[in-house]
């Protein structure tokens, strides 16, 4: 008797083809809407995730535990930091920048794409919340896939809009599949917008497999860093001072997210002396934040590649090198004072080296080789609107930086914040120049 | 030529016995002795791993066994000279793979006789010990020494052929480029012969081997008894797969028997490799077979100690036949035990862990990729 080969229906296929169907439904509400009705409620949801004693707020914290491994402690203050600024103001302000004109950008209409499709990535909640609000912001329905570690922050998102406004919560259906399920991939990436989130290669996937009509907007592989002048360690107070801010940006999320510093320059012709002041001063602050803000889930093979960085820089000591290493007595924290500006791997988790560099240029040549893949950058100890600094910043930003700002806040981007150097909602957004008078000029 | 010293050509001439020894032996004690001497020989005459072992308080007076010689970091390799001998009397250095411009670690011989010995001792016991004594067609997917000078793997390749092959061996990738086709042909002219050939190589040119023949629709059938060795991993190569996948495609595409398909674990910075024991041991547990010359502790990167069984942990290992370098090397790579002590163990794959960061990345992952294969 032959065994027949049986090919069951997808299951998660069929589910996702019902959830376009109800998104194209959606879409006709969501057009019909002023603007001040898809704005107000999505600011009334920001102030919910915000407010820390709102169920919402707690779930998100529950959910980003169980689900990422971070600890209660980092989750509640990396949110605290991350929402402080992300208002309903502030987003109805993003808007307005973006939109001065409802459904019009220099006379020419905005049309909304029928559907958008949005990969979310990473574990920190805040990208993400943001990513799945910003379709239904240029009006267009927002089927999600979400992260495999942040399966959570859509449908919470969901949820709450629903609860705030049952008809443009059905403006968002979250899907989720993995990425190897062909049968979803495919009519998940077939809507006209797809936005995505992730490594390099799951870019470059996911445009390969789209049609040149469609729209795609990639946010890859991105890493920020720390900066700080070397006179500014002078003294003791300001090195503790400066180094409690740095240890906030390095410990919230585990130093795993794209504004999480990989590494901190010190510039400045006294950058050696300097550094050595800076590790003293940061060993004593990483230290406190493991108390308060405990390391969470690591994999194995991350702490065994922090020993063995640990190890290489003993052996390297050991070979006349002359580098420093402090690090707490497991792998909760680790820091390298190196000798040169020269990249090093870097596993993160809580794992920073320091490089003295005598000048700027000394610091543009060596970041170079990051070129393009460069976020943020915490910039201490440069007196603002002075030559120096603005020349720092324009080499910095040559090199991709897309956003400065002071240490202990690389983790607290304003909502609307140019990531990767882009507006957050013009990327999402399709003209029609009608040539008709009354939607001109 | 230049005289060794006498005490090193003592601690050779003894590892070198212990390594021509059949059938293998373990002797706890004699490997203590031997490695205990030759942590005294290499802290003497490696200055900078004396200072990495003085950093940690630990002299060849201090010690009391084995496994409180301390282990350097694989990295290490690339960041200095780790020798044991004058620089002039170095005949053959070993680089581990890299680009130009890129950091590469160096294993430095002043002999090559402990790891000739050493490498021919476990391809006889582990992979070829039915086949002789008649010499095989062996294949490899490799370039050959000549063409790899600084390849450990190439070297290595050398000498088994020059000891085992037969005449119609020889190595299958010239100028860099996997020669597929000349290869296919070789091996579909030999399927209707009765003698066993062995194939071995990298894992990534067996990988682009498999899609060559899998985009000709082709299957091969070695003769019985042909079997398989791959060794290395994917990073920055072709695409990757996982190590049961490709064995179970190797057996499928080739028509060997799977437990003849068998995995090497070795790296540049040691001397010994480490075979699967699926030949030895068919009906047993899969695991590496640690040679008696070898030890392998598996350590607990928070505490540094010795896991418990059936945990995980680093892959750290003692080659007493490392004598003109540093014979405690400690690995990233992770690993488990299969039946404790010397028995053997698995060495676990690693998650990339990508996804999960998000657009974040570790900048040495990203600097890596930026680079040409």
Same mark, same amino acid.
Request: glycine content about 8%.
């Given at each position: 008797m032959s065994n027949p080969t049986i090919h069951w229906p997808d299951a998660r296929a069929e589910q996702l083809q019902a959830a376009r169907g109800r998104l194209e439904v959606a879409a006709q509400g969501l057009a019909a809407r002023h603007r001040e009705d898809v704005v107000r409620p999505l600011g009334q949801l920001l102030e919910r995730f915000r407010d820390p004693e709102s169920r919402w707020h707690q779930a998100l914290i529950d959910g980003t535990v169980e689900q990422a491994g971070f600890s209660r402690e980092t989750v509640?203050?990396?949110?605290?930091?991350?929402?402080?600024?992300?208002?309903?103001?502030?987003?109805?302000?993003?808007?307005?920048?973006?939109?001065?004109?409802?459904?019009?950008?220099?006379?020419?209409? !905005? #049309?909304?794409? /029928?559907?958008?499709?949005?990969?979310? &990535?990473?574990?920190?909640?805040? @990208?993400? *919340? %943001?990513?799945?609000?910003?379709?239904? !912001? #240029?009006?267009? /329905?927002?089927?999600?896939?979400?992260? &495999?570690?942040?399966?959570?922050? @859509?449908? *919470? %998102?969901?949820?709450?809009?629903?609860? !705030?406004?049952?008809?443009?919560?059905?403006?968002?259906?979250?899907?989720?599949?993995?990425?190897?399920?062909?049968?979803?991939?495919?009519?998940?990436?077939?809507?006209?917008?797809?936005?995505?989130?992730?490594?390099?290669?799951?870019?470059?996937?996911?445009?390969?497999?789209?049609?040149?009509?469609?729209?795609?907007?990639g946010y890859g592989h991105k890493l920020s860093l720390a900066v700080v002048n070397a006179n500014t360690l002078r003294q003791r107070n300001h090195s503790d001072e400066l180094a409690r801010c740095l240890s906030a940006d390095i410990a919230l999320w585990d130093q795993l997210g794209c504004l999480s510093p990989a590494c901190v320059y010190v510039v400045g012709e006294s950058a050696t002396e300097a550094t050595s002041r800076l590790l003293e001063s940061l060993a004593d602050a990483l230290a406190d934040r493991a108390q308060q803000w405990p390391r969470g889930e690591v994999p194995e093979e991350v702490r065994a590649a922090i020993k063995q960085q640990r190890d290489e820089a003993e052996m390297r000591r050991a070979g006349g090198e002359d580098l420093q290493l402090l690090h707490s007595r497991?792998?909760?924290?680790?820091?390298?004072?190196?000798?040169?500006?020269?990249?090093?791997?870097?596993?993160?988790?809580?794992?920073?080296?320091?490089?003295?560099?005598?000048?700027?240029?000394?610091?543009?040549?060596?970041?170079?080789?990051?070129?393009?893949?460069?976020?943020?950058?915490?910039?201490?100890?440069?007196?603002?609107?002075?030559?120096?600094?603005?020349?720092?910043?324009?080499?910095?930003?040559?090199?991709?930086?897309?956003?400065?700002?002071?240490?202990?806040?690389?983790?607290?981007?304003?909502?609307?914040?140019?990531?990767?150097?882009?507006?957050?909602?013009?990327?999402?957004?399709?003209y029609l120049d009608s040539g008709n008078p009354e939607h001109g000029h | 030529m230049a005289t060794r010293n006498s005490d090193r050509a003592e601690l050779d001439h003894s590892i070198l016995t212990w390594i021509n020894e059949t059938p293998w032996t373990q002797d706890e004690e004699r490997f203590d002795i031997l490695?205990?001497?030759?942590?005294?020989?290499?802290?003497?005459?490696?200055?900078?791993?004396?200072?990495?072992?003085?950093?940690?308080?630990?002299?060849?007076?201090?010690?009391?066994?084995?496994?409180?010689?301390?282990?350097?970091?694989?990295?290490?390799?690339?960041?200095?000279?780790?020798?044991?001998?004058?620089?002039?009397?170095?005949?053959?250095?070993?680089?581990?793979?890299?680009?130009?411009?890129?950091?590469?670690?160096?294993?430095?011989?002043?002999?090559?006789s402990l790891y000739e010995a050493s490498l021919l001792a476990s391809l006889r016991t582990l992979l070829l010990a039915d086949l002789e004594p008649r010499r095989t067609m062996i294949r490899v997917l490799a370039p050959s020494a000549e063409e790899a000078p600084d390849s450990s793997l190439s070297h290595m390749f050398s000498v088994l052929l020059k000891d085992f092959g037969s005449p119609e061996s020889g190595f299958d990738v010239t100028d860099g480029t996997l020669q597929d086709a000349a290869l296919i042909e070789r091996l579909q002219a030999s399927s209707s012969s009765n003698e066993p050939l062995v194939l071995c190589g990298t894992a990534f040119a067996f990988v682009h081997l498999l899609d060559h023949l899998g985009e000709r629709k082709l299957r091969l059938a070695c003769p019985p008894g042909s079997r398989i060795m791959e060794t290395g991993g994917f990073k920055g190569r072709s695409r990757e797969v996982s190590r049961d996948v490709l064995h179970a495609e190797l057996a499928r595409c080739f028509g060997i028997k799977p437990s003849l398909v068998i995995n090497q674990y070795g790296m540049?910075?040691?001397?010994?490799?480490?075979?699967?024991?699926?030949?030895?041991?068919?009906?047993?547990?899969?695991?590496?077979?640690?040679?008696?010359?070898?030890?392998?502790?598996?350590?607990?990167?928070?505490?540094?100690?010795?896991?418990?069984?059936?945990?995980?942990?680093?892959?750290?290992?003692?080659?007493?036949?490392?004598?003109?370098?540093?014979?405690?090397?400690?690995?990233?790579?992770?690993?488990?035990?299969?039946?404790?002590?010397?028995?053997?163990?698995?060495?676990?794959?690693?998650?990339?862990?990508?996804?999960?960061?998000?657009?974040?990345?570790?900048?040495?992952?990203?600097?890596?990729?930026?680079?040409?294969?």
């Open positions: 509640s203050a990396g949110l605290k930091l991350g929402l402080a600024n992300w208002s309903a103001e502030a987003l109805a302000e993003m808007v307005q920048r973006e939109f001065p004109t409802e459904n019009k950008v220099g006379g020419r209409k !905005l #049309v909304p794409f /029928p559907m958008t499709s949005v990969v979310l &990535a990473g574990a920190i909640p805040m @990208p993400n *919340l %943001l990513a799945s609000m910003m379709p239904l !912001l #240029v009006g267009s /329905p927002a089927l999600i896939k979400p992260a &495999a570690r942040d399966a959570l922050t @859509p449908v *919470l %998102l969901s949820h709450c809009l629903s609860d !705030l406004d049952a008809e443009l919560g059905a403006c968002i259906e979250v899907t989720p599949f993995p990425s190897t399920d062909t049968a979803c991939l495919g009519p998940f990436l077939s809507s006209e917008c797809v936005v995505a989130s992730g490594s390099d290669e799951t870019i470059r996937e996911i445009a390969h497999q789209l049609a040149p009509s469609q729209r795609f907007v497991d792998t909760a924290w680790t820091i390298i004072a190196e000798t040169s500006g020269e990249w090093r791997p870097a596993p993160l988790h809580r794992f920073i080296r320091l490089h003295p560099v005598a000048g700027h240029e000394a610091l543009l040549r060596a970041v170079q080789p990051m070129a393009g893949h460069l976020s943020s950058v915490a910039l201490a100890g440069f007196e603002s609107a002075s030559p120096l600094r603005s020349s720092l910043v324009n080499g910095l930003a040559r090199l991709g930086v897309c956003r400065v700002c002071p240490p202990g806040l690389l983790q607290a981007p304003a909502l609307d914040w140019p990531h990767d150097g882009r507006a957050v909602l013009q990327p999402l957004a399709r | 490695a205990r001497q030759l942590f005294a020989h290499q802290f003497a005459r490696c200055a900078p791993y004396a200072r990495f072992a003085q950093g940690r308080g630990l002299t060849p007076e201090s010690i009391e066994s084995w496994h409180e010689i301390p282990a350097v970091p694989a990295a290490a390799f690339k960041e200095m000279a780790l020798r044991s001998f004058p620089e002039s009397e170095t005949k053959k250095t070993f680089r581990t793979s890299g680009t130009s411009g890129q950091k590469r670690g160096e294993l430095h011989l002043d002999t090559l540049t910075e040691l001397g010994s490799q480490f075979y699967d024991s699926r030949l030895v041991d068919p009906s047993g547990s899969n695991r590496k077979c640690v040679p008696p010359w070898v030890r392998v502790r598996l350590v607990d990167p928070e505490s540094s100690l010795e896991v418990e069984p059936g945990e995980t942990g680093m892959v750290t290992i003692y080659d007493l036949a490392n004598t003109g370098s540093v014979a405690a090397v400690q690995t990233a790579d992770l690993g488990r035990w299969i039946s404790g002590g010397t028995g053997g163990f698995e060495v676990l794959g690693r998650r990339s862990g990508e996804e999960e960061r998000g657009c974040s990345i570790a900048a040495d992952e990203m600097l890596s990729r930026d680079e040409p294969y």
